[in-house]
C-alpha cells in the first residue's frame, strides 16, 4: 500500500508529464519494491520556483528541483531495494525533467503497519487476516 507523493518547482509539469510520472513511478514500485499498483498511489504536485531553494538560493524559473516522499509498511521491503528503488527514482525523474539539482532527494518513510492502512483496514489486521488464510 505505497503512497507516493512527487514535489517539483520549475517550469509547470504538461499533462502528459504528470501522466508519466505517475506510470513509471507506479512500476518501478512494482518493479523494485514487489508492492501492488492496484493500491499504489502517486500524487504529483508542483510548486513555484520561488517556494524552493537550495542552500539558501531559490532556484530560478528555469531550474527544476524534485523531491520524492515514498511510504511504505516498516519491515516490508530490504536496505537492497530500498537503495535501488532511491536509485531508480531519480534517474527516472532525471530522464523525465532534468537535469536536477543533485540536492533532489528521494525518501521513504517506514510507517509502523498498525498506523496506517486502506479501506478502513490498518496494515497490521491485513497482515493477521493473510495469515490466516
Request: aromatic fraction near 4%; charge should be negative; proline fraction near 5%.
Amino acid at each position: 500500500m505505497p503512497v507516493i507523493r512527487i514535489t517539483l518547482t520549475g517550469e509547470q509539469p504538461t499533462p502528459s508529464q504528470y501522466r508519466d510520472l505517475q506510470q513509471e513511478t507506479t512500476r518501478l514500485m512494482a518493479e523494485v519494491m514487489a508492492k501492488r499498483p492496484a493500491v499504489t498511489v502517486v500524487l504529483v504536485q508542483s510548486l513555484p520556483a520561488m517556494a524552493w531553494s537550495i542552500g539558501g538560493s531559490v532556484l530560478d524559473g528555469l531550474q527544476r528541483g524534485a523531491q520524492v516522499e515514498i511510504m511504505v509498511t516498516a519491515g516490508t521491503n530490504s536496505a537492497q531495494e530500498k537503495a535501488a528503488m532511491i536509485d531508480a527514482t531519480y534517474k527516472m525523474l532525471d530522464d523525465s525533467l532534468g537535469p536536477l539539482p543533485e540536492a533532489s532527494y528521494v525518501v521513504i518513510h517506514e510507517i509502523a503497519a498498525d498506523a496506517w492502512g486502506y479501506g478502513g483496514v490498518t496494515q497490521q489486521a491485513r497482515q493477521g487476516l493473510s495469515a490466516a488464510l
